[in-house]
């Protein structure tokens, strides 16, 4: 933690807050498909929810980037007016350390698209056990549950991994990480 | 005891721990009657503009819904419960256990829904930050830069515009479709990622140039306590909370964990 500079911190909380009015416009859609299916309503954009802990991570590529971010997201959140109050903060905390555990594996030195499509599935296996625990999934059957961890796993992959990948490359185009890890190992790869 | 005064930080405990101790509970008269306590300390203990919470809280209502049909559809009853069907809608048959626990977690969203309007409505969110850093040990570093991040919010409406109107002088405002629909929305989150990176970037060095080490050893202009009241609060809360327990259990209607 203290290894990180301000730049990097306020840079992080910005995108956080960016993420944060993301999220509680997902909400918003999560709940319309939650009324009409259930809980699996969320489920196919589950994804959505941990993209900023992979953005953050591919882009500043320090321990905690990814645990850091989405909490900050998930504060900025309650913050903002999400109705899920503090106890996003505690989802927020619990999808960080699911992408992070994955960084983790790699000792924070491989931010492949395999690795972040990893994290983004990390946050989907950790935020389904407390959501099981939260939502009670345990009163369903097997099978309904098994389906929804399903269609999260993917959600996770895609629209987390798949789509952080995407959204760091572009902003590494645009110059603007000139400073950060990501920029540095662009201008490396340009020049080599 | 004003629900404004308390510690930002003990209001927040006490809330998850209450998410915590609700995941618990699998009978419908628990919640009912939390729910019930909630809105009474929410309105009596707050300033909270009735027609604001109603806003925010009507649309928990269908959320609920979705979960007690689907819980009541879904439903996986334990061997050996005694089960009386209601309705037979085809293949689906609805039962006293599925439509109970149904209703048990659709007012668990609902008591969800009511602790965190009673915590947003009542805390500033900049004295959340500094009682964090003063009661909970965040790193001031991170707290300070949480809050230049937090400023960057009613600017961002700024920027949207500011790109809306850069497109439309190059005439770049035209897609239709779906395709043409996403293609728009990468134009607009690249410059709007990238401009709050660049803020982002400016105000951490002008924090630094003005003297901000991050460190620990500071002074604070908004001192915040945490006062008797405020573990008063946390009392009543978690108090109430095994009250409906315990009158469910008197009317022998309470289902825990273990019993589902």
Redesign the interface.
């Known amino acids: ?2 290894k ?4 990097e ?10 993420f944060a ?1 993301v999220y509680l416009l997902f909400v918003q859609v999560g ?2 498909f ?8 969320y489920e196919p954009i589950f994804g959505i929810w941990f993209i900023v802990s992979i953005i953050t991570a591919y882009i500043i590529r320090k321990p905690g980037a990814a645990f ?1 971010s989405e909490t ?1 997201a998930a ?2 959140e ?10 996003l ?2 989802s927020g905390m619990i999808q960080g350390l699911g992408a992070e555990a994955a960084f983790a594996a790699t000792g924070w030195k491989r931010y492949s698209v395999w690795v972040l499509m990893a994290a983004g599935m990390g946050s989907s296996v950790f935020s389904f056990v407390w959501g099981y ?4 999934y ?5 099978q ?1 549950v098994l389906a929804m961890f399903v269609i999260r796993l993917v959600s996770g992959a895609v629209l987390a991994g798949l789509l952080g990948k995407y ?1 760091g490359d ?2 590494g185009r ?1 110059g ?2 000139n ?1 950060m890890a990501l920029g540095k190992e662009m201008k490396r790869k340009k020049a080599a | 005891m004003r629900l404004h005064k308390l510690n930002p930080s003990i209001k ?1 405990l006490t ?2 721990l209450l ?1 915590f101790l609700l ?1 618990f509970v ?1 009978d419908p008269v628990t919640p009912l009657l939390y729910w019930l306590f909630i809105v009474v300390v929410t309105f009596s203990l707050g300033k909270v503009e009735t027609r604001k919470w109603l806003l ?2 009507v ?2 209502l ?2 609920a ?3 007690v ?3 009541a559809v ?3 009853p334990p061997a050996g419960t005694e089960l009386v069907t209601y309705w037979t809608i085809g293949p689906v048959e609805i039962t006293n256990y599925g439509l109970s ?1 149904g209703l ?2 659709g007012l ?1 969203v609902l008591c ?2 009511g ?3 009673l ?2 409505l009542t805390t500033d ?1 900049v004295k ?1 930050i500094l009682s964090l850093v003063q009661q909970c040990k965040l ?1 001031p ?2 707290a300070y ?2 809050l ?3 400023r ?2 009613p600017l ?1 409406t700024e920027e949207v515009k500011i790109i809306r109107h850069a497109h439309k002088v190059r005439g770049a405002n035209r897609e239709t479709g779906l395709k043409g629909k996403l293609f728009a929305l ?1 134009r607009y ?6 401009s ?6 400016r ?3 002008a ?2 140039s003005k003297g ?1 080490t ?1 460190g620990r050893s500071r002074t604070y202009y908004h001192q915040i306590h945490i006062q008797k009241q405020d573990w008063l609060f946390f009392g009543l809360m978690i108090g109430l909370f095994f009250l409906c327990v315990f009158v469910s259990m008197q009317l022998g209607t309470f289902r825990g ?1 273990g019993d ?1």
């Open positions: 933690m203290f990180w500079n301000l730049r911190i306020v840079v992080m909380s910005a995108l956080a807050v960016v009015i709940n319309v939650a009324g009409l299916m259930g809980p699996i309503g850091l900050i504060f900025i309650v913050l903002i007016g999400n109705v899920n109050g503090p106890r903060i505690l625990f939260v939502s009670g345990a009163a369903l059957s097997p309904y959204v572009s902003l645009t603007v990480l400073g | 927040a809330v998850i998410v995941s699998f925010i809280f649309p928990f269908v959320v819904l979705g979960y049909w689907t819980t879904f439903s996986n626990t048990a977690l668990r969800f829904a602790l965190s309007l915590f947003i969110p959340f790193p570093k991170l830069g949480l230049a991040g937090y960057f919010l961002l990468k989150a690249i410059p709007l990622l990238a709050a990176i660049r803020k982002a970037e105000a951490a060095i924090m630094e901000f991050g964990y589902i």
